[in-house]
């Protein structure tokens, strides 16, 4: 494997995964191009754990909001093996509330992106996904059925 390649095919991972959270379906055939089967994604107020469900746990997340937009650094990728890798990124979210929504139509974060990947039988899969706020602004998600 050549590791220009490899590091391009996994940044590209990321940016895929992030522009599917503003405009794509997100079905299970677009959790099985990004994410090994034991893949984790954590952010601050919730973790998933393999590739199950990942999909509906996304959709659901995202259901809180009218629409988002997601703006990442380039990744810097660093193997760790001829099959493995790991990422960090920095990353902009901008959340737009439901316009019936109390408050700031608006919720902005800042977080850290840090990852992990492995070249599987279908070839580079993110492993692990985590996010940690940095910063926010504006009012954050609200809990199911407040608006």
Not at 45 to 54: A, N
Not at 95 to 114: C, E, I, K
Request: no cysteine; net charge negative; glycine share 8%.
């Amino acid at each position: 494997m050549n590791s220009v390649t490899s590091a391009a095919e996994i940044s590209t991972l990321l940016d895929r995964y992030l522009l599917g959270l503003d405009e794509d379906k997100l079905d299970d055939a677009w959790a099985r191009t990004l994410f090994s089967d034991d893949a984790r994604v954590e952010f601050p107020m919730s973790v998933h754990e393999g590739i199950e469900g990942l999909a509906a746990w996304h959709r659901q997340a995202l259901d809180a909001f009218a629409r988002t937009q997601h703006l990442n650094s380039p990744a810097v990728v660093d193997l760790t093996g001829e099959k493995r890798a790991v990422l960090r990124a920095n990353l902009v979210s901008t959340h737009v509330h439901h316009p019936d929504a109390p408050g700031d139509p608006l919720f902005v974060s800042g977080t850290l992106v840090h990852g992990e990947a492995r070249h599987t039988g279908q070839g580079w899969r993110l492993t692990e996904l985590s996010f940690q706020l940095v910063w926010s602004t504006g009012s954050p998600p609200r809990p199911k059925g407040s608006r």
